[in-house]
């Protein structure tokens, strides 16, 4: 796999997911706002890989701060947390990242670190939170292969692997993880409007493995449950609610209904840091209402009559109880999620 994300000397280089599987080519920022702008114009996207970005575009922001004493340096950092922290409101792994960077930042300023020091830190804590992303989905990866039979049909929807993460992948690092283990695998990838992650995203990774996959529309996916073998579905996620409520790409909770009146199972499988303990139930996250263009236009051409009312959230909410087992670098867990996820915090 080509990296999603990478630093080119004091540069940031992303490849540019709206483009794939058409064109490889890649995006190069040299500031904190070119970030920020490639986020919330999806050329980088998925929880993971968002918040990755985000601690890189702060240490990016810090080498290029113009401040020469402390003070004028940390204003400059919030600045660019804030404008960060407003590109994508669902992904709470954005929200954790920007707040290691800060913690990062007021450790070195409480040593009396200067200037030149601190941008080294925030470097280095920048390249610590890629790395721990991807040893996280290696490990995600070595728990779930546990939870995929020999010779499996896996279902996923939305893209959930290498790109949306620093590598690897959470519900392909589960796929990528069996055959690692020495599984036979198959995939059918929902396609997932309006964004098409999973026709043009994760049926591009797998193609690449070298993994059977099967792109299927995604009011396709009840019918092979019900006509054809499926013998699990592994989705990421955006946020997991305390209670174990997970948001993740619009489309997946009534994924979750299918499974389950269809006996099976479904997993969600993400880091730690997507996680978010203060927030209670899935009730309470923030659902994104993307551009209505995503809908009405396909590839620049209009699909919808002029004046017809779009709706666009980006992600919806599966209630816990249709989650058979939350996968993480901890372990997988199980019901009920409101012990489980407290006691492996």
Not at 14 to 31: F, H, N, S
Not at 139 to 156: E, M, N, Q, Y
Not at 268 to 285: C, K, M, Q, R
Not at 316 to 330: C, G, K, L, S
Request: glycine share 8%; aromatic share 4%; with cysteine.
């Amino acid at each position: 796999m080509l990296p999603t994300i990478a630093w080119d000397g004091d540069d940031i280089l992303m490849i540019d997911q709206r483009k794939l599987p058409g064109r490889e080519i890649y995006v190069r920022c040299k500031t904190g706002n070119e970030v920020a702008k490639a986020i919330t114009t999806m050329v980088i996207r998925g929880a993971p890989a968002i918040g990755v970005a985000a601690a890189m575009g702060l240490a990016l922001g810090a080498r290029r701060s113009t401040a020469t004493g402390t003070k004028q340096f940390a204003v400059d950092f919030q600045r660019l947390a804030d404008t960060l922290a407003a590109t994508r409101p669902t992904a709470v792994n954005l929200f954790w990242a920007i707040e290691r960077m800060k913690q990062a930042l007021a450790t070195g300023v409480q040593a009396g670190e200067g200037v030149v020091e601190l941008v080294t830190r925030l470097r280095q804590e920048a390249d610590r939170i890629h790395d721990d992303d991807l040893e996280s989905c290696r490990a995600i990866g070595r728990h779930g292969a546990t939870l995929v039979p020999d010779d499996a049909h896996i279902l996923t929807h939305c893209n959930a692997g290498a790109l949306a993460t620093a590598g690897y992948g959470t519900a392909l690092g589960v796929v990528r993880g069996a055959v690692d283990a020495g599984k036979r695998v198959a995939v059918y990838a929902d396609e997932t409007r309006p964004f098409l992650q999973g026709a043009r995203l994760t049926a591009w990774e797998l193609v690449k493995d070298g993994i059977p996959t099967t792109v299927i529309t995604d009011n396709m996916a009840a019918a092979i449950m019900a006509r054809e073998r499926v013998d699990l579905v592994v989705v990421g996620a955006d946020r997991i609610a305390a209670n174990g409520d997970a948001a993740n790409k619009i489309g997946t909770y009534g994924l979750a209904i299918a499974a389950h009146a269809h006996g099976i199972p479904f997993y969600v499988a993400a880091p730690w840091s997507t996680i978010d303990l203060a927030t209670p139930t899935g009730a309470e996250i923030p659902i994104e209402e993307r551009n209505a263009k995503e809908v009405t236009h396909m590839a620049g051409t209009q699909v919808t009559p002029a004046g017809a009312l779009v709706r666009n959230p980006s992600f919806d909410v599966t209630p816990h109880r249709y989650i058979t087992a939350i996968v993480t670098e901890r372990g997988i867990l199980r019901p009920p999620y409101l012990e489980a996820l407290a006691g492996a915090r």
